[in-house]
Structures are given as C-alpha cells and as structure tokens.
C-alpha cells in the first residue's frame, strides 16, 4: 500500500524495479543519440533566450534527471524549447540588458518562479486548469510565436544588430540596420538553412533510396544537423572568418554545470510572476501534449498533476544550476522516442552525456558562428507554423476562428504575453456569451416514434393548445433573463396555449438565478391562464429541485419523458396539426 | 417609420402624443408626495456619500428630467440611492480628504465617467453584460452592504468620528471614539431610528384601523419621516442642542443646481474607472431590476439597452449640474408608483418640486440634526439586509452558496469593490469548473417506451455490446480531454463493448477542441475494434459538423433518435441485461 503511494510520487519507483540490461543497452543508444542533437539546439535555444550559449547545456542536464525521477512520461525529454524560449527573452527583456549579470539571474530566477508555480499547481491538483486554453488557441499562439522566433534569428543570419519582441519591432530594426549586412555570415547563414531544410525533407527519401532502414534513417535526419555544425565550424576557423566580423559562439567555460540561487529581490520576483504563470502553463501544455501523444502510442497512462510536479522539479532544478525555463520539447522527446528509449534512464544517460559534453567539448564550438545556430532555430521553428488552422476554424467554427485569428494578430502584434493572455480571456467570453443566449427550439412529434425534434427542421405532429419548447442549455445567471424574456414574447398574443412545457434534455443545471427566473415564469402564465410543465429533467437537476419551493408551486406537472407530457396533455387526435419543415 | 425610430431613442415622444389632463392630475399628485419623501432621503445619501447635504438635492434634479425624456420606464425615480452612494464614498475616499473641493470635484467627475460608460453601453448594446452579475451575488453583495452603510452611520447617531470602508476599520474606529459619545445626539438618533422603525412596521396597520383608505395608510407611511425630521430638527432649534455638540446640517445654499464640470485629469480619471465601471455595473442591475418589476404589474416593457441610455443621461446631468452618481432607486420607485405616476413627466414635476425646496426650503434645514439623517439611511437600509439567501442557497446550491457567502465576507471584509468584483469572477468561474467536469450517465432503455435513462436511476434496459454515454454539457475546450479520458477509462477492459454511442441530448455545441478529441476518440476505439456513434445530434450541431472530416471518418452512423440506434445496433434480445437501480 504505502509503495503504491511511494511510486506514485516517486515514479521512478514504478520503472526500476523491472529495469534490467536490454532496457539499459536500449536508453544507452537513445542516449547517445538524442545527446549528440541536444548540443547544438540547446546551445541555439540559450541564443534565442538571449543567454550565455553554456546555459542552454546547464538547463538540460539537471532538468532532464529531475523529471526522470518526478515526471510520468518515459519518453519526454526535458530542456530548453523554442517558444518557452522566445517567452523567456520577451519576459526578461524589459528588466535587464542582454549580456548583463543582472538579465542571466533574472533567466535563472525566472525558472525557478516557474518551478515552484507548477509545484504548487501539482500539489493543489490544478492541472485541470490548462484545459482552458483552447486547441485553436494555442494552434494560434505556437503559430505565431514560430513567426516571430524565426524573424528575432534573422539578425544573426544577416550577421547585423537588432531587438525587439513584437514583430514590428523586430522588422523595423531589423530594417535599420540592413544596410550593415556581413555578406559573409550571410552566405553561412542562407546555406545552413538551406541545407538544413534539404536535412529534414530530402535526407530520408535519399537515405532510404540507399538501401539504410527507416530507423537509422530516421535517427541519422534528426542528427543531420550536426554535419551544419561541424561543417560551419571549420570553415570559419579555416578561413579566419571571425577576424572578417562573422560572429561566433566564443569562449564557453569548460566546465559542470554551476551552482545558482535565484534571486529573492520582491521587487523581481512580483514582476515576473505573470510571465512565470504564463510560461508554466504554455510549458505545461506543450509538455503534456507530447507526453500524451507519445504515451498513446505505447498505451501508458499520464498522469497530469504528477506531470506538473515534474516539471516544477526541473525548473527548480535548471534554477540551482545556472539554467533557464525548460519543459518537455516536442522534436527531442521524439528523437528520444525513435531512437528506442525504455525508461526516464535514458534521459539520465542523455545528461551525463551533455555534462562530459560541457566539462571537454566546449572549445571546439569556440568558432562555432551564430549563423548556423540561427538557421537551426529557423528550420525548427517553421515546422510549428500552420496558418492551415485559420482556414480550418473559419470553416467549422467562426467562434473558434475568431479566437484564433486575435491570437495571431495580438501575439505578433502586442508579443507573447499579451497575445495568449487575450488568447485565452477572449475564448473564454465567447463560450460564456453563446450559452447566455442558447438556442431555443420548439418541438413536435416525429410521426411513428416517441421522439421529438425541431418544428423548424422537421416533419413533425404539434397541437395548438400545448407548446413545448426545448431549451439548448443549461440555466444558469447568464441565461436566465434571456428565458424569461424568450416565453414572455412566445406565449403574448397566442390564446390557444394551455401547455407550456419546458423539455429540459438539455439542462444540465438550473442554478439559483434561473430558477428565480423559473419561479418568476410560473407565476406569470398562471396569470394568463397557462399551465407550466417540465419534462426529461435530469437526476441531478432533479434532486435539487426537489429541494426547491418551485417544486410544489409549479402549476403542471413533471415528466418523465417529453412523450408522456405529449400524451397526457394533447389526448385529442383532431385538432393535432401536421408542420411542414422549412 | 422615422417617428418610431425617433421614439425606440426618445421614449417621451412615446408617451407624450397621449398625456392628458388625467394623466397630468395623477402625475401631479405622485409628484408631490414623492418630492417631500425625497428631500430628506436626498440629504441623507448626500451624507452617506460624504458630501454636502445640498448636492443630494442637486443630484435629483438634472438626472431625474433625463430620465424622464430618455428612459423607458413609467415608474422609475432616478437619484442618488444607498448602495450607490456608499461606492462613492468607497471610490474616492482614498482620492481626497471628506470635506474638501477635491472630493466633490471626485464625485462629480465619478457621476460624468459612469454616466458615459452606460451611454457608450447602450449605444453598443452591452446590457446583456448585466446579466452575469448572478442573482445570488447581487443579493449577497446588496446585503453586505447594507451592514456596511449601517454601520458607517453609527457615528452620526453616537456623534463621534469615525470613518473606514469595511466592517474592520469601522468598528474599530467607532471603538475608539466611544468614549467621545455625545448623549444628546445619541438620544435624538436613537428615538428617531426606533420611530423610524416604527412607521416602517407599525404605522400602516394604525392607520388602517382608523378607518384610512390602504393606499392613503400606504403614502402616510411612505412620508412618515417627515414627522422624524421636523421633530428633532424643532427639538435642536428650541433647546440649542447645536451649541452642547449635536451636529446639524448647517447652512446650505439657497440656489438652483449649480453648472459644474467633471474633471478632466488623465490620472483622476483612470484612477476612478474601475470603480465607475462597478457602480455603473450595479447601478443599472439595481435600477433594471427596480423598473421591470413595476412594468410586469402594468404590463409594460423595459428595453434594457435604452435604460442604458437614459440612466447614462441622467448620470451625465448629475455630473453638470452638482451631483454625484445616480440610479433608479427602489423605494422611491415604488412610492411613485404606488402614488399613481402615470408617466415619466410625474419624474419632471418632482425636479421641479425639489428645485423649489433647494431655492425657498433650505434655510428650514439648518438645524436638521445629521443624526435623524443617519436614523433614516439605517431604517432604509437594513430592509436590505437578508441573510437568508445563504440559507436558500446552501439548501439549494452549494456553488450558489460559495458565490454567496464569498460575496458577502469579501464585501464586509474588503470593501464594496473587492467583494463584488472577486462574487462575478468567482461565479463565472464555478460555472466553468462545472461545466468542465461534466456529469455522465450510462443510460439504457426505459421498459415499455423509447425513453433512454441513466442506468443507476432507473430500471431500464442494456446489451453488454452497445454502450450508450450520455454527456450532459456542450462539448468545448475545457471540458474535451475529460471526456477523452472518460471513455478510455470505461472501454479498456470490457472487452464485451462492439459499439459506443454518444447521446448528444444535452450536447449543444462542439467546438473545435472537442471535434479533435472525438476525432482522436474515434480513431481510438476503431484500434480497440470498437465502432463510435452519435445519436440525437441537435440540428445546429449537426450542421457544423458536416463541415468537417469528422462526419465522413465516424466508423460509425448518426441516429436521429437513441431508440433508432438502439433498434440497429442492439437487435439480439436473448443477451439483454435488465438493470436494477441502485
């Protein structure tokens, strides 16, 4: 009992216990796999958050051991991701220059803000609040943030000086300063990304053609990049490129990563509490939905507030060791996954690799240039790009494109923070305002059957002295003046009605307000000589009315199905009308 | 054409083209008794605000002939009201010192700003924003209040000073000063409020015995302050009771309304907007509430969004000509009312009434004691005061409940802005939660009908093969991965289950969060050899799903009804269970 407890804290209770050699020769390979792509895009992601290079390796060594320990995924790879990346730099950008001590301890004390917000949020099992953000919100949000990273590394591809976090911004710098164009770190940068395209499209086909098999052409696409890298490198070493202005990643410190404390100032700390918010819940969720993909594949099960714990613990943990907000990348967990990793070990093996990368490789990317790892971030990012979702929310829902579209337009706009804040405040209103004016529908007799559907769309039997109206929601405050209002302008000026009954297959809650509201309509058609029904309410709706005075003064009766009301309160065949639908 | 577009803006032309001298008789003598009710309440809400007493007057003048010419209600007495006043005094008592011009020229400028928010509202038809203030937190905020404004006029009665805008800093500071009682004062307020009282409670049924007619015994009741107000204020003038400490009113000038103008300053006005925002919010709840409850006994109509428009104007007045923000006013509505006003030109003669007694009658008030003014709000506002609703609730509801009781600690606690602000939040966001973890029911056949219910509730009819879940919620973002996870959890391990219907009874909407999930539960259940189908799909559901892949990819049919579905897919009568409820 008390283990089951322990494992479901501690999962990697679960996992090693049953550990054993072919699972631990399977993590190694994924290991040395997913190290060797690790390097060049956590060093490209430190670029991106406007970082000391040596920071994007520190912030994926201890986070990926800490969520091995924590997290529930046996896929996920934990470190630095693009757009918790980009929201980095929008979020400390404003507080301290880049470069500076003071904008490195805000990147650490950020994350560790972050870590101890998802740790609560675990602990107080609030992982359910990430479904507020919508699919089309964040279909938007990773959209436009792809457009707006891939327009802040142009300055490196073009080898000139330029900031900004909105894409105006970053535009009209970028346009300022074109004229200082190093023509040398353009032609790196143009054939890095090039080539790197050619990498993720045209590799496997080639390699395939080959004779290799889908797996090791998958795994040797996904370390194509390495070939950019090293490639890159020696030409700008051989050809003393970096004397000519190319700019190159420079002297990183041989050495593990540092012990850090994030800093305790109040004034620092309420500043980057609603960016640290919105980046542990946009992580989250990015997160969370590989982990579920990947976990769907091998039907395992995760479980959301142990997540978020894991994630607390390796933000936490990039915090003490000199890192930067990180969570569960997309492109890495899934080289993880390909390459064959069995357990959260791999990713255990994938850090001592990144640290014995840190402690002895360092000086060889000495003249690594940015360029190249600009045009990895370009080519990564441009992957998330899908302006598809526009067309395929106007087409199905205007609500959702509506919701999408102001998410694009603020994020490029106004930058990250604003555009998914509005993002998820405005879809939000737009549910609330569609169920503050349901539709109504009124119905009749599906001819041969028990069932009854909408006058207006098909053919069905009604009688003149009974109106049955089917509500499309529940009541609740929103609504509950829109019913009232609603049989106020049906039943005024038809004196046929005797009946009215409210079919309530729809209500799943008739909360305070509404049944004011309903206590309110009860007293009014008595007034008009109008008897009020209820048909097909719910249990739960039932068991509280029941508590209710409307209960006992409601004018008509109760029933169990809409057929049963039909049947006592329309008994007379002759007068019944037959509706055409329109 | 135009004259009716002419009247939906400008409802006196409505009502004007038929006024006659009936009418006018009637109007006339509502005018008069509700102009000497009006007096001492104007005064008192004037002190209640933190005012002098003469800008009560002045706010009932200007707003009340707007009213008149733009509202759609025949019954609604516009001017300054309690719970109004009391945000006022909440609003800009941080702003600047009682007392001084700078706290005037803030009341002035706070009537002007809301005064525009509630045009440009029902210019842009925004009353229905109105509508997500719950009945509940209205109720809870309505009633904190009113312990409040009683409490904040324990200081007049007692004579001391005191101040504060929530419960805590009154008591206290009323602790303190206890000593400082002055006794003359307190005799004076405590006999008045106990008269007070008295008329509310005891005079009608005296008169009624006497032989008066009940709405003559109505009026008298009504009016009755007045009897408080010469009394003690002859009381103070014959025994100079101003010389031993009782505070009186004092002077007030002897003039008409006065030509002012709001204040322009950038930074006064976005300190009040927030605060102008809530008391316009509250404002036109109350008066809304007010003016539908006297139209429904008429039969008349209240157009919500040209309320907007007249409670706009009338608050744009007040702000012109020297006062402070207003409302339409429960009581002295339904004096109006019950005085026989015909029309809103009964509004027009009461200003000009009030006009007359603010150029001729304020030297008759000099000696008023403050204490028969605060004897007056406390009777007022304690029939406000219902704690019952948390009983009703918690009996009712227990969201409701919390709505409630949050509404109303917040409130005594915090303040009037903090409470009302944290009720609607908080109750928007209990419908959220809920909705977001939707009540399911497994439901199967009701013997003898075509009936399908919840299989724990009733004794109704199942075939292990066909697994029919009813959702009862609309199916959106925040609620789409429970319902994902829901299935997965009941499908894995009954390996009798061939096909799963999804009753969409109470299904209202899918958005497009909640298409993806039943896209992926569909392609789900077909791996687990498990058919999805979709029954009693409402008809403007239906038509935005045949826009989408969904519609084709369903491994499964669309059943108008669940007895069709369950006619084709549960054939086989030997294998049926018949379920007993728990």
Known sequence: MKLTKLKS?????????SYNKHAFSNDMIAAVIVTIMLIPQSLAYALLAGLPAEMGLYASIAPII??????????????????????????????????TMGYAVAAITLAGLSGVILLLMGVFKLGFLANFLSHPVIAGFITASGVLIAASQLKHILGIDAHGHTLLELLSSLFT?????????????????????????????????????????NILTKIGPIAAIVTTTLIVWGYDFAAQGVRIVGDVPQALPPLTLPSFSPELLSTLLIPALLISVIGFVESISVAQTLAAKKRQRIEPNQELIGLGAANIGASLTGGFPVTGGFSRSVVNFDAGAETPAAGAFTAIGLAIAAVSLTPLIYFLPKATLAATIIVAVLSLVDFGILKKTWVYSKTDFVAVATTILLTLIFGVEIGVSVGVVL???????????????????????????????????????????????SLYFANARFLEDYIYDRVVGDCHIKHLVLMCSAVNEIDMSALESLEAINT?????????????????????????HFWQELTGEIFLSQYDAYKKLAPDEAIKNFNHFI
């Open 9 to 17: 804290y501690f999962p990697i209770f679960d996992w090693g216990q």
């Open 66 to 99: 800490l969520y091995a320990i924590f997290g529930t995924s046996r896929a996920l790879a934990v470190g630095p991701v693009a757009v918790v990346s980009l929201m980095t730099a929008a979020a400390i950008g404003n507080i301290a220059e880049v470069g």
């Open 177 to 217: 300063h074109l004229p200082e164009t190093n023509y040398k770190t353009l032609a790196l940068g143009v054939s890095a990304t090039l080539f790197l395209f050619w990498v993720r499209k045209g590799l496997k086909p080639a390699l395939l053609k080959l004779g290799l098999s889908t797996r090791i052409a």
């Open 427 to 473: 879809s939000i209103a737009l549910f609330l305002y569609k169920t503050s004016r349901p539709h109504i529908a009124e119905v009749g007799l599906v001819p041969d059957s028990q069932h009854f559907r909408n006058i207006h769309r098909h053919k069905v039997i009604t009688d003149p002295q009974l109106l049955t109206i089917r509500i499309d929601e």
């Open 524 to 548: 009014r058609l008595h007034d008009l000589g109008i008897k009020l029904h209820l048909s097909e309410v719910k249990g739960p709706v039932t068991d509280k009315l029941k508590h209710a």
